[in-house]
């Protein structure tokens, strides 16, 4: 890649060398990334991929339409209606 290059992902954090992109990012060999998923989930705290600041890291979200999010709230709500009633949620 060359140095203005930014590095996107948004599929799964095992498709980069997470290592080899953190080397090329703290030498500015490249511009940037933008992830969504990292190698290990959730993230160690100590991960240097975390402190840099050329790195864009946002939640990852299967889908971004109405119906996914209703039916994400609905298995929220379900799951707090099975703790109130004692039930373990799944």
Given at each position: ?90
């Amino acid at each position: 890649m060359k140095p203005t290059a930014y590095l996107i992902d948004t599929a799964r954090g095992a498709v980069v060398d997470q290592d080899a992109l953190t080397t090329m990012l703290q030498k500015r060999k490249i511009a940037g990334a933008g992830l969504d998923v990292l190698r290990d989930e959730p993230p160690d705290p100590e991960d240097p991929i975390l402190r840099l600041d050329n790195v864009v890291l946002s939640p990852h979200a299967l889908c971004w339409t109405d119906q996914c999010f209703a039916g994400i709230g609905a298995a929220d709500v379900k799951a707090v209606l099975d703790v109130m009633q004692g039930r373990k949620p799944f």
